[in-house]
Structures are given as structure tokens and as C-alpha cells.
């Protein structure tokens, strides 16, 4: 695992072996600092965790996040997915992949479609995008055009996966195109 300064108040620690597997995860300075998925445990103290989708190497320290204190949100959909985590999310996949004991997860807070989430330094828009999961979503700072684009969205061509179970490649046509549309300068793919 490596620890980037992305810009001011950005970080990003993600995988240096094996890319691609463990979620980006993004760490927003501010009040409270945020994090954006939860691939990794970071070294600041978090106040809020972020989840872009109810899949396992984007959630699996939330929990323990949310023991130290934060407060966990996702989308309505991922709340009901998150929910059932020890069932769903092609749990045989990620247990081979990570050795895992995959555990549910009771989301705090509900985030809405064009809701803003402020910590003082970064200005979220949450955007529904479903297509990779049902309950997919991304976080668009538009003053700053930076886009957290969880697994719908790598740039260019590059889209996300629709082949777990409740994948849908037209939705994601659909929800890609609605981001393309926002024109961001610096994307922050989960991958
Ligand atoms: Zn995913």
C-alpha cells in the first residue's frame, strides 16, 4: 500500500502490488476529514465514510471505521445490498480473493441524489449511477471539477464491470454518459 498527495487536502492510498484488486481509497481533509471508500485503514481520523458501491474491496474496513467512531453513507440501494453483504456481492469471488469473512454492514446515512456533503475544503454532489450496481453512486466537487467516479467510470472509454450479479450494461451506458456530460478535470476512479 502507497500513500499519494493527490492536491491540497487529497490524498489517495491504494495498492502497489497486484493493482486493481483493494479499492482506491481516498482520504478528504477537512471538518471532519472524509473518506471515500474503504479499501484501506489511513493513518487520519476519519469522520465520515463514503461508500460509491456495496462491493467488498470498497467496504471491507468500514466496519471498522464505524467501531472508531465514523459514520457510514451510501446510497439507498447499497444500504438495502450492504445490508445482506454476507450473502450477496458475489461473496464466493471476494472470499477466494481476499480470504475474507465478508460481514453486513448498517449504513448511517442515507445519501439522496444531488445531496452536497461540505467538510469546509471539498463541496460532494452525490450522483446516482447505477449500472455497475444497482445502488452505484459518484461524488462531483463541481468548484474544484473533481469526480469520484467509484467503479462506473475509469475515463475516456474505460467503463466499469456489469458482469457481477446485478450488473446492467445499458444503465451504465446511461450513467457514464451522464458523467462524461459534467466534463471534470481530474477523475479518481476506484481502481
Ligand atoms: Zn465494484
Redesign the pocket.
Known amino acids: 500500500m502507497e500513500k499519494i498527495k493527490l492536491q491540497e487536502n487529497l490524498y489517495v492510498y491504494r495498492q502497489t502490488n497486484e493493482p486493481g484488486i483493494i ?1 482506491n481509497t481516498y482520504v478528504l481533509i477537512g471538518n471532519p476529514n472524509i473518506l471515500i471508500d474503504a479499501g484501506f485503514m489511513v493513518e487520519e481520523k476519519i469522520g465520515k465514510v463514503l461508500l ?2 456495496c ?1 467488498f ?2 467496504h471491507q474496513y468500514a466496519k471498522k471505521y464505524q467501531e472508531k467512531g465514523a459514520k457510514i453513507l451510501a446510497s439507498k440501494k447499497a444500504t438495502e445490498e450492504l445490508k445482506k453483504a454476507s450473502q450477496i456481492v458475489s461473496p464466493d469471488y471476494f472470499r477466494k480473493k481476499f480470504n475474507a469473512k465478508i460481514e453486513s454492514i448498517t449504513v448511517d446515512e442515507i445519501l439522496e441524489e444531488n445531496q452536497a456533503i461540505n467538510n469546509g475544503n471539498f463541496k460532494l454532489k452525490i450522483i446516482y449511477v447505477p449500472g ?2 444497482p445502488g ?1 453512486i459518484a461524488f462531483y466537487d463541481e468548484e474544484k471539477k473533481m469526480f469520484f467516479s ?2 462506473t467510470w475509469y475515463g475516456g472509454e474505460r467503463i ?2 456489469y458482469k ?1 450479479p446485478s450488473g446492467d450494461l445499458e444503465q451504465l451506458k446511461i450513467s457514464v454518459e451522464k458523467l462524461k456530460n459534467l466534463k471534470p478535470k481530474f477523475l479518481f476512479p ?1 481502481h
Open positions: 479499492a460509491t458501491h462491493h474491496d470498497h455497475h450496481t452505484s467509484g467503479d466499469g464491470s457481477f476506484g
